[in-house]
């Protein structure tokens, strides 16, 4: 499809959503046109890439985005990562959502208005938005930072009810509207398009790897090189950490090396990783599939913990031997992405380390295609859809 044919079609279809709008909110579709100009304060109309079932191809959907509130700042999205936790939410893996529904928490774009008690913000700042677009504020773990623990459920990019009722639609889409305590700035050092996949996939590497205690001389084994992965390899390498590489494609073992990996491991059924026992300070295990943990457990130095972050089916439990924990006093631990401090730091961390993800930019109408390729294990590390590509 051409530029200018996909332009105008894109332009009618945002007409379309302006007067399907008005005619919803009893306002004639001219105020409303004369609004999504310049810095008005909303409702905005949106459209996006919804899921309709579990198992069906996305479809553009319109929809419309909340009036800011005075701690609102509205986003127009330029780019939104394609993360596997989207196709596990979609598929029913995590249990039964909610249709239609537009995934993505790998936001990043520009501030175009703002509302009247935004301290942090102003229109035309790069941002970013991750997994999470609020929490609860009063809880311990909110006060601590941990917003990704709050202990009365933060409310999530996609998928969760929001304060007003409404179920959250994720960054798939052209526009978000989000109170600005969850908003990140992106550094100048990082691109828009490279900025999305840091703070879903980054940020979920980045927190263990210094919960841990992840520095300079510690032997570190990264488990899968995927999405999640990839940026294990690089932020461990950046944090000075000696890398070792267990992935199951032989054709990554010059990228892992690339990505700063002194050691690469094929993970075959069956490999013997005899020689790396009790060699690691520290293990990142990011496969998003059940799959058999008790061949890594060995590998940990006494007292060493095996963290995982990738998460599959629910209906897979991992199962690990009675007697596998107990030898070294091993410990088996999960991380969960990050706090929004965290978060930001990470993504200064980036900057300053030259830290990015390894992108591949599709169109919106690619996602369905770039779904199938991350299931089949073929992503190259990360797909970001470009929101102005239609
Ligand atoms: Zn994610
Ligand atoms: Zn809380």
């Not at 936790?85 to 990043?108: C, M, N, Y």
Request: glycine residues 12%.
């Amino acid at each position: 499809m051409s530029k200018s044919h996909n332009t105008s079609r894109r332009d009618f279809l945002r007409q379309s959503a302006v007067l399907g709008a008005g005619a919803a909110l009893g306002v004639s579709g001219s105020v409303l046109a004369q609004q999504s100009s310049g810095s008005h304060k909303g409702p905005y109309p949106a459209e996006g890439m919804a899921a309709y079932s579990e198992t069906g191809p996305l479809r553009l959907m319109q929809f419309e985005r909340r009036a800011l509130g005075p701690k609102d700042v509205a986003i127009k999205i330029h780019y939104c990562g394609v993360c596997h936790s989207d196709i596990h939410t979609v598929r029913g893996d995590w249990g039964k959502i909610q249709f239609p529904q537009i995934v993505g928490h790998e936001l990043a774009g520009e501030v175009v208005a703002v509302g009247s008690s935004v301290n942090n913000f102003t229109i035309g700042n790069r941002v970013g938005v991750g997994t999470m677009v609020n929490s609860c504020r009063i809880c311990p773990e909110c006060h601590a930072g941990h917003e990704n623990y709050c202990l009365n459920g933060n409310t999530q990019t996609y998928g969760s009810k929001d304060r007003d009722g409404t179920i959250t639609q994720g960054g798939y889409s052209t526009f978000v509207v989000v109170d600005e305590d969850f908003v990140i700035k992106i550094p100048d050092a990082i691109d828009l398009a490279d900025a999305g996949p840091l703070l879903c996939a980054g940020i979920t590497v980045y927190s263990p790897l210094r919960r841990w205690a992840v520095t300079p001389g510690k032997k570190v084994a990264i488990v899968g090189m995927g999405g999640l992965g990839h940026l294990g390899v690089k932020l461990a390498t950046a944090l000075g950490a000696d890398v070792t590489v267990f992935t199951t494609s032989p054709d990554k073992t010059n990228d892992a090396k690339r990505f700063g990996a002194k050691q690469v491991v094929l993970n075959r059924d069956g490999a013997d990783f005899s020689k790396l026992r009790h060699a690691f300070d520290f293990a990142l295990d990011t496969v998003p599939y059940k799959h058999d943990l008790n061949r890594f457990i060995p590998l940990l130095k006494r007292d060493a913990t095996y963290c995982r972050v990738g998460v599959g089916k629910l209906a897979d439990s991992n199962e690990i031997g009675q007697m596998n924990l107990v030898l070294y006093r091993n410990a088996l631990a999960g991380s969960n992405t990050g706090g929004i401090q965290e978060t930001q730091d990470m993504i200064e961390f980036c900057a300053r380390n030259k830290i990015r993800p390894e992108i591949t930019k599709i169109r919106m109408q690619g996602t369905d295609d770039a779904w199938r390729r991350v299931v089949a294990k073929q992503a190259p590390y990360r797909f970001v859809i470009d929101m102005t590509s239609g």
